[in-house]
């Protein structure tokens, strides 16, 4: 069964240091997300992204936040200058259509520790 | 209390038994999915019901929405130690695109 996958399954940095995180959606989905969930926390909605633009983004996702499909395949999230508050872990989820309509599979994370 | 709320926060069972949690949510929706979490892993998804719908089945899995209520039931029947693990609903819709949001969850333990 296709399904979403997530490197590196774990990433240490530095505060201030840059970070990108990297997902593989579902290859015949259109509509791509960011989330993240802070231990012990609730899972947060980042940004959705289709047809090579954000659609949607939440108050978390500021100026040090980006994302961008590179190619036909990979989805990226960068932290420009990472803070300890970004620790946490991301999830990539990407949905066929609508998103808000259909199921969004979910990548396995990516577990971010900002020193 | 916040959109997609859980209850109970915990919950702790003997294999066998059935299992119940509910969920509470604020605005209008199109749909609300529930996922399975294990300790430290990835989200999996196990089932969408529609803002027309009012009750799903998937094996062992049965939700029911009731939107007069704002309120959704996740009901595992016949545990297994195997379904430990944290449950979370999620809604969707309303005036987001694609945006889904997570309640607090409940952790399911299941005792063999």
């Known amino acids: 069964e296709p399904e979403v996958t997530q490197t590196p399954s774990h990433q240490v940095t530095q505060m201030g240091q840059e970070v990108i995180l990297r997902c593989v959606p579902i290859?015949?989905?259109?509509?791509f997300y960011w989330y993240r969930q802070i231990l012990g926390q609730k899972v947060e909605f980042l940004v959705s992204f289709y047809n090579n633009e954000i659609s949607e983004k939440s108050e978390i996702f500021d100026d040090q936040f980006s994302v961008e499909r590179p190619d036909g395949s990979n989805f990226t999230l960068k932290i420009r200058s990472t803070k300890l508050e970004d620790s946490a872990m991301y999830f990539c989820?990407?949905?066929?259509?609508?998103?808000?309509?259909?199921?969004?599979?979910f990548g396995p994370g990516t577990r971010l520790l900002v020193l | 209390s916040q959109q997609g709320e859980e209850d109970p926060q915990a919950l702790s069972i003997q294999e066998g038994e059935n299992a119940t949690m509910n969920c509470s949510y604020k605005t209008s929706i199109n749909n609300l999915q529930w996922y399975r979490q294990n300790s430290g892993r990835g989200l999996v998804h196990l089932i969408l019901i529609r803002s027309n719908e009012r009750e799903k089945h998937s094996g062992r899995l049965r939700v029911t929405l009731d939107t007069s209520k704002k309120s959704s039931s996740l009901l595992i029947t016949a545990s297994r130690a195997a379904d430990t693990a944290s449950y979370f609903c999620?809604?969707?819709?309303?005036?987001?695109?694609?945006?889904?949001?997570f309640g607090q969850g409940t952790i399911l333990t299941v005792h063999p």
């Open positions: 989820a990407s949905s066929e259509i609508a998103g808000a309509l259909e199921t969004q599979y």
């Open positions: 999620a809604t969707g819709g309303g005036t987001s695109y694609g945006k889904l949001t």
């Open positions: 290859s015949n989905h259109l509509y």
